[in-house]
T-cell receptor, first 121, second 114 residues
Framework: DTEVTQTPKHLVMGMTNKKSLKCEQH?????MYWYKQKAKKPPELMFV???????INESVPSRFSPECPNSSLLNLHLHALQPEDSALYLC????????????????????FGPGTRLTVL | AQTVTQSQPEMSVQEAETVTLSCTYD???????LFWYKQPPSRQMILVIR??????QNATENRFSVNFQKAAKSFSLKISDSQLGDAAMYFC???????????FGTGTRLTIIP
């Protein structure tokens, strides 16, 4: 099973609201990712969590706050967003193995969730 | 730095015909992976096929196959017997081994003509 779930599917929020996006996977993957995707563009990486620790922050504004409560869950807390933050937010996960070469291929393949369509008014 | 280039913004093919989507990449690493993802209007990014750079044999998944030319840094996707459900945006992507950052191309929108 290569399922990553995301809730909600759609979210409309005002610029003063606080909301959260949720991502969940039960594949035993140890790396989880947040991407932002604008229409007709490829996904842009925002954050990477590896073994529940933040390993990459692609200079994302502080109004986006990621959280990884455990190895299966990834949240993205939103506060004081701007209209230009309206986009599709995708979560992904992949297996990771600490150190060494390990097996190639499957361990680094990223599997994506269905996304949350966010509209900021 | 790693770059991925898809030079065909849009492609179309008759149903049941074969179509090839182009992708070139550039990396200084010797060990890396290449992927094709499909994103239909439903939005979900779906893995179509994966190629490991150290493997000379081209990957295949049912009607999908790749032509991996390592020296030319080319990674094209061939879709045989095209079906209406193949209509989507197709993204080529590359990942250096041990890295966490997947680099995407700009995508090719594929239309299937009934």
């Amino acid at each position: 099973d290569t399922e990553v779930t995301q809730t909600p599917k759609h979210l409309v929020m005002g610029m003063t609201n606080k909301k959260s996006l949720k991502c969940e996977q039960h594949m035993g993957h140890r790396a989880m990712y947040w991407y932002k995707q604008k229409a007709k563009k490829p996904p842009e990486l925002m954050f990477v969590y590896s073994y529940e620790k933040l390993s990459i922050n692609e200079s994302v504004p502080s109004r986006f706050s990621p959280e990884c409560p455990n190895s299966s869950l990834l949240n993205l807390h939103l506060h004081a967003l701007q209209p230009e933050d309206s986009a599709l937010y995708l979560c992904a996960s992949s297996q990771r193995q600490r150190g060494g070469m390990g097996l190639a291929g499957a361990r680094d393949t990223q599997y994506f969730g269905p996304g949350t369509r966010l509209t900021v008014l | 730095a790693q770059t991925v280039t898809q030079s065909q913004p849009e492609m179309s093919v008759q149903e049941a015909e074969t179509v090839t989507l182009s992708c070139t990449y550039d990396t200084s690493e010797s060990d890396y992976y290449l992927f094709w993802y499909k994103q239909p209007p439903s939005r979900q990014m779906i893995l179509v096929i994966r190629q490991e750079a150290y493997k000379q044999q081209n990957a295949t998944e049912n009607r999908f196959s790749v032509n991996f030319q390592k020296a030319a840094k080319s990674f094209s996707l061939k879709i045989s017997d095209s079906q209406l459900g193949d209509a989507a945006m197709y993204f080529c992507a590359a990942l250096n081994f041990g890295n966490e950052k997947l680099t995407f191309g700009t995508g090719t929108r594929l239309t299937i003509i009934p």
